[in-house]
C-alpha cells in the first residue's frame, strides 16, 4: 500500500522559513517523480513544484508564486522529497500535500502551514 | 501558463441523477488531464488520467472523455459518498494547473 507522510508544518511569522519532509513507502521511491501541492484555507488546489527522479534526471520545476523562496529536493536513501521554503508570506497559508507522479496519483494526507505574525 | 476553467461552479443534484462536469483548457492538451474528487477534510484522489483512464478502484459510473481544450467528467448515477468537489488538471507540461472546481451539491 502506498503512503506518504507529511511533516514540518506549524505557524512561522512572516519572512520567516520552515522544512516540511515527505516519507513515502510501498513504492518503488527513487523512480518516482514527486510533487507538492497546496491549498489555501476555502480555496482550490495549486501545484507548488516537483522533481522528477534521478533515472529521468532530476528535473526540478516551481510554480511561479513561489520561484526563487522555495526549493524542493530528495533524499531517495531515505524515501523522502523536502520542501525548503524561506521569506514564507502571509498568502503562503496553506495545507500542503506531497503527491507522487507525473499525474498526481497518490496524496498524503498534508501538513499545514501558517504564516502570522 | 495553460488556464482551466470548470463549469459549472456549483451543481446541484439528487442521488441517482447523472452528473456532468465541464472542463476547459486555454490551449490544446492533447490528453493530459487528470480528474480529482475532494472531500472536506480529506485529500484529494485521482480519478481519470489521460482524460478518460480510471484510476485503480475509481468505480465504472464514473467516466472521463474528451481532448484537446474541452473535457468532461461524467457520474452516471449519483451515489450519497459521490457528492464532493470535483478538479481538473493538466500535466503534459509545467507549471501543472489546477481548475477552480465544480461542487456537487446534494438538491
Known amino acids: 500500500e502506498v503512503q506518504l507522510v507529511e511533516s514540518g508544518g506549524g505557524l512561522v511569522k512572516p519572512g520567516g522559513s520552515l522544512r516540511l519532509s515527505c516519507a513515502g513507502s510501498?513504492?518503488?521511491?527513487?523512480?518516482?517523480?514527486m510533487n507538492w501541492v497546496r491549498q489555501a484555507p476555502g480555496k482550490g488546489l495549486e501545484w507548488v513544484a516537483r522533481?522528477?527522479?534521478?533515472?529521468?534526471?532530476?528535473?526540478?520545476d516551481y510554480a511561479a508564486p513561489v520561484k526563487g523562496r522555495f526549493s524542493i529536493s530528495r533524499d531517495d536513501s531515505k524515501n523522502t522529497v523536502y520542501l525548503q521554503m524561506n521569506s514564507l508570506k502571509t498568502e503562503d497559508t496553506a495545507v500542503f500535500y506531497c503527491?507522487?507522479?507525473?499525474?498526481?496519483?497518490?496524496w498524503g494526507r498534508g501538513t499545514l502551514v501558517t504564516v502570522s505574525s | 501558463e495553460i488556464v482551466l476553467t470548470q463549469s459549472p461552479g456549483t451543481l446541484s443534484l439528487s442521488p441517482g441523477e447523472r452528473a456532468t462536469l465541464s472542463c476547459r483548457a486555454s490551449?490544446?492538451?492533447?490528453?493530459?488531464l487528470a480528474w480529482y474528487q475532494q472531500k472536506p477534510g480529506q485529500a484529494p484522489r485521482l480519478l481519470v488520467s489521460?482524460?478518460?483512464n480510471r484510476a485503480t478502484g475509481i468505480p465504472d459510473r464514473f467516466s472521463g472523455s474528451g481532448s484537446g481544450t474541452d473535457f468532461t467528467l461524467t457520474i452516471s448515477r449519483l451515489e450519497p459518498e459521490d457528492f464532493a468537489v470535483y478538479y481538473c488538471?493538466?500535466?503534459?507540461?509545467?507549471?501543472?494547473?489546477f481548475g477552480g472546481g465544480t461542487k456537487v451539491e446534494i438538491k
Open positions: 510501498g513504492f518503488t521511491f527513487s523512480n518516482a517523480w
Open positions: 490551449q490544446s492538451l492533447s490528453s493530459y
Open positions: 489521460g482524460a478518460s
Open positions: 503527491t507522487t507522479g507525473w499525474y498526481l496519483d497518490f
Open positions: 522533481i522528477k527522479s534521478e533515472p529521468d534526471g532530476g528535473a526540478v
Open positions: 488538471q493538466h500535466y503534459g507540461s509545467s507549471p501543472l494547473t
